[in-house]
Every structure is written in structure tokens, then in C-alpha cells.
């Protein structure tokens, strides 16, 4: 079992920054791949970035050279660093996690970008 749970989401303006963390807590020892989906109103959840526990990382084309994804693994914590925030970036955030065949979602954290 994973548990996860994300912070750092907010209202800024376009062109800021946020931060995202995820806390993963329960019985592993370190999570194999994590990752930062989205969800806009009246779309389907999407991908965001990806990164494994050796640090191999995978972003979608739109939000390559301003978002960073990485991890603490002693800390079990994923973060998404995300610059020149768009309004169109405007979504709530899931953390994922990919453990022994199973996939864990966190609750999710709200991110709007006012133009």
C-alpha cells in the first residue's frame, strides 16, 4: 500500500511559479515510478512528467523546459518545480505512483493560472 499526499498548488499569474510536493508513506521501501498528472475541467487526466527511481524522466512536449520533476528518495517526496506557469497549465494536479503492479493517486492539488 502507497499513500499520497500532495501540496504546493495556488493562484498565481502567468509567467510565476509553484512548486508541488507529494509525500508517498507506506510499505516499501522506495517507490519505482512516480509521476505528476493533471486534469482540466472538461478534459481527460493527462501526464504530465515521470521520472523513475534511478531518475529517468519523461515530460509532455508542452511543458518541457518549464516544468522539472524530481525526487528525495530518503524523503519518499516527488516535486514538480513549474516556471512560466500558462493559463492553459490551469488544472488540479495528481501525484501517481507506480508500486508492485499497482497504481496510487493522491487527492490531488488545485493550480490556476490567471492570465
Known amino acids: 500500500q502507497v499513500q499520497l499526499v500532495e501540496s504546493g498548488g495556488g493562484l498565481v499569474q502567468a509567467g510565476g511559479s509553484l512548486r508541488l510536493s507529494c509525500v508517498a508513506s507506506?510499505?516499501?521501501?522506495?517507490?519505482?515510478?512516480m509521476g505528476w498528472y493533471r486534469q482540466a475541467p472538461g478534459k481527460q487526466r493527462e501526464l504530465v512528467a515521470r521520472?523513475?527511481?534511478?531518475?529517468?524522466?519523461y515530460y509532455r512536449d508542452s511543458v518541457k523546459g518549464r516544468f522539472t520533476i524530481s525526487r528525495d528518495n530518503a524523503k519518499n517526496t516527488l516535486y514538480l518545480e513549474m516556471n512560466s506557469l500558462k493559463p492553459e497549465d490551469t488544472a488540479v494536479y495528481y501525484c501517481?505512483?507506480?508500486?508492485?503492479?499497482?497504481?496510487?493517486w493522491g487527492q490531488g492539488t488545485q493550480v490556476t493560472v490567471s492570465s
Open positions: 521520472i523513475t527511481s534511478g531518475g529517468s524522466t
Open positions: 507506506g510499505s516499501f521501501f522506495v517507490v519505482n515510478r
Open positions: 501517481n505512483a507506480d508500486q508492485s503492479g499497482t497504481t496510487y
